[in-house]
């Protein structure tokens, strides 16, 4: 079959896979707005030339409705400045993401640089079809991504993870000089304090985790206290404590991918989170609104989630310098618990080193601007970049310490997830820019290109409060002792990377959306109610996944596992 026909029957497979319409995401609008009326018309005419001799450049980005996206956002501002171009963005819903990148993907009209937010494996086979622009000589070269190369030069495994198929490099992720970003359990320290309860002693088990749920019910006024975001995120957060994973994943233990549906631990886990919704201890308001999440922890009633920590900085209550508030009701991450005597390390504990593959850039193929998308990019890598695209402009959005670090600076007025304004001074009073609107931290907050300290940012410095502004700081010190717990206890371990070929990509997204579909349809009635869940239910329920062709997917994934463990011999 010829490249071309290849193509196309592979943009048919992902059209008949993912919805179809990206509204809105066609050309931007020009902005007609007339110059001054004391304009002379020659400055207007010379003025109207200078914006059109520069470059338009479109640029994806996710709208989880914190920034104000515009060319006239900050964070914009930046990148056109470097690019020396006019910085668009297009802003995609986060509830439809995946679905409208697919789409978008299909009908090849996307953005000129995009996001890949966790489709690491859909960039690389994508790439291979010619839909994404190489990226390997200007990496390969220092003098082109001078900034760029340095990161790569100090990760040793960047190119056997980040090289398609095909040899060729199409996308970039986000480097980190620690590797350590937790997303997993989190507590309520009051529920813990309350209760004289040791996080690492009194919540080992899973059934400890389940009293301590029952403790904070009781805590919470009868609200359930277990919260997640909408959608999949229930099963796919929950589903690495018990060694399992919603759909196809690595098994470190028998060192063999398999489809988690079809576990024993997958059956256990449902029936666990079954028990908790009987039992009143499972929210499922918030797993139904994700705006609901972020309400519950704000107000002080979400007391168990499993999730990243940025929102711990919202669990100090008034934001009131008073370290023994903070020490009382901060969020508190914890390990997995066991499960029938056995603990196992979360997906979240996997580390690829200093690069994080779960957030990729790439760049349209048919871009007619790549000499200044690569200019932009590479000073998005650069210490300079790095520091203005997430702290902004230094007396306006943050200020630096007596050592020169850079720190956070906003108003109480400035609206929490829940939409309320925080209490604090006047509006007038304070730095000029909103850090959330401008979306100052949205690069650190999940797409940042190079973030030199991950772990400063997630909480808030209740000691370095004044003048009624906040100075966001170090995380706390029970945090690190985490992370050195997380080391001693050997949780950080590598993650596979697979590199599918084109028809093995069509074949797998054929058999993994109707899998995937039903799964999520039953396992939520099985969770929720709609569904009996007993044996024989389970049993129908597993013998529907197998005819759905899940050994061809297991045979598929393994083949090329095999393939990877060769290739590091």
């Known amino acids: 079959m010829s490249k071309k026909l290849k193509l196309c029957a592979f943009i048919l497979a992902v059209m008949m896979v993912f919805s179809m319409v990206l509204a809105g995401c066609g050309a931007a609008k020009e902005d007609t707005s007339n110059a001054s009326q004391t304009t002379t018309k020659e400055a207007q005419t010379t003025a109207a030339q ?58 090849r009209d996307f953005p000129d640089v995009m996001n890949m937010d966790d489709m690491y494996r859909q960039v690389s086979e994508y790439g291979t079809y010619g839909l994404f622009y190489d990226l390997s000589p200007f990496i390969k070269d220092a003098g082109k991504m001078p900034n760029l190369n340095k990161l790569v030069s100090g990760a040793s495994n960047f190119y056997n993870l980040m090289t398609s198929s095909d040899g060729k490099i199409y996308g970039i992720p986000k480097f980190l000089e620690s590797p350590f970003v937790y997303m997993g359990p989190v507590v309520s320290r009051k529920v813990l304090l309350d209760n004289n309860l040791d996080y690492l002693k009194d919540l080992d088990t899973l059934d400890d985790l389940t009293n301590y749920l029952r403790l904070a019910k009781k805590a919470n006024g009868g609200t359930p206290p277990f919260i997640t975001r909408s959608g999949n995120a229930l099963v796919e957060y929950v589903a690495p404590m018990f060694g399992t994973d919603k759909k196809m994943y690595y098994n470190p233990e028998n060192d063999k991918y398999q489809l988690g549906p079809l576990d024993d631990n997958y059956k256990k886990m449902v029936s ?137 600076v906003f108003h109480f007025d400035q609206k929490g997830y829940d939409g309320k304004a925080w209490t604090g001074t006047n509006k007038d009073e304070g730095p000029k820019y ?33 003048d009624g502004t906040i100075q966001f700081g170090d995380v706390t010190q029970l945090s690190l002792d985490f992370k050195k717990w997380l080391i001693s206890e050997g949780a950080f371990r590598d993650q596979p990377i697979l590199k599918f070929t084109p028809e093995e990509g069509i074949e797998l997204k054929g058999i993994e959306a109707t899998i995937d579909t039903f799964v999520e349809e039953n396992v939520y ?9 007993n044996d024989s239910e389970w049993s129908s329920f597993t013998s529907e996944v197998s005819k759905m062709k899940a050994d061809r997917l297991v045979e598929i994934y393994n083949a090329e596992y095999d393939k990877y463990k060769q290739a590091g011999k």
């Open 272 to 408: 666990w989170m079954a028990g908790l919704y009987k039992e009143g201890l499972l929210n499922k308001e918030a797993w139904q609104d994700s705006s609901k999440f972020d309400s519950y922890i704000f107000n002080k009633h979400g007391w168990f989630f499993i999730d990243n920590l940025a929102p711990i900085q919202f669990f100090v209550p008034e934001y009131l310098p008073d370290r023994k508030a903070e020490k009382t009701n901060y969020l508190q991450p914890i390990m997995s618990p066991k499960v029938d005597g056995k603990r196992y390390y979360a997906g979240n504990y996997f580390s690829t080193g200093k690069i994080d593959t779960y957030r990729i850039w790439s760049v349209s193929a048919t871009t007619k601007h790549i000499d200044n998308i690569i200019k932009m990019l590479d000073w998005a890598y650069s210490e300079e970049g790095n520091q203005k695209l997430i702290y902004g402009i230094e007396g306006e959005t943050f200020t630096k310490d007596k050592d020169g670090q850079p720190w956070w």
């Open 525 to 533: 009635k099985f969770i929720f109610g709609g569904r009996e869940f």
């Open 50 to 107: 200078t914006v059109a001799e520069k470059p338009v450049i479109k640029i994806l980005v996710i709208d989880d409705g914190r920034p104000k996206w515009s060319k006239d956002t900050l964070f914009i501002k930046f990148l056109s400045d470097a690019a020396e171009a006019v910085v668009e963005p297009v802003a995609i819903p986060y509830d439809v993401y995946k679905d409208k990148i697919n789409t978008l993907i299909a009908s």
């Open 434 to 466: 909103n850090i959330i609107t401008e979306a100052l931290g949205w690069w650190n907050g999940g797409n940042v290109f190079y973030f030199k300290d991950r772990e400063r940012d997630l909480m808030p410095r209740a000691d370095l409060l004044k």
